[in-house]
Nanobody
Framework: QLQVVESGGGSVQPGGTLRLSCAAPGYTLEYHAIAWFRQAPGNEREAVACIKSGADSTNYRDSVKGRFTISRDNAKRTVSLQMNSLKPEDTAKYYC???????????????WGQGTQVTVSS
């Protein structure tokens, strides 16, 4: 079964940048829509961004628009989430997941990975 693995998290100061990566060892993500989610302690998991399989369409939650960019690197078989101008409220564990793209929205399926922690603090 295809299992995703997230990496690239860390601790940064407000205004800093991080680049998260999603991969599925032994598989290519090229033909799947991929969604990034995050969950902060005490909060429900929320969708952050999604990219269609052909990479010609993306969507973002309002609070990250203009700061986060989701993209594909098919040669590396990864989907990345570039996070700029990070804010303390972006602190969460970030997860990627396979998704179905329909009508400009993503519906996740498959299993969750272990996630990667992002901490934004001064």
């Amino acid at each position: 079964q295809l299992q995703v693995v997230e990496s690239g998290g860390g601790s940064v100061q407000p205004g800093g940048t991080l680049r998260l990566s999603c991969a599925a060892p032994g598989y290519t993500l090229e033909y799947h829509a991929i969604a990034w989610f995050r969950q902060a302690p005490g909060n429900e998991r929320e969708a952050v961004a999604c990219i269609k399989s052909g990479a010609d369409s993306t969507n973002y939650r309002d609070s990250v628009k203009g700061r986060f960019t989701i993209s594909r690197d098919n040669a590396k078989r990864t989907v990345s989430l570039q996070m700029n101008s990070l804010k303390p409220e972006d602190t969460a564990k970030y997860y990627c997941r396979l998704a179905h793209w329909k009508g400009n929205t993503c519906t996740p399926f498959g299993s969750w990975g272990q996630g990667t922690q992002v901490t934004v603090s001064s």
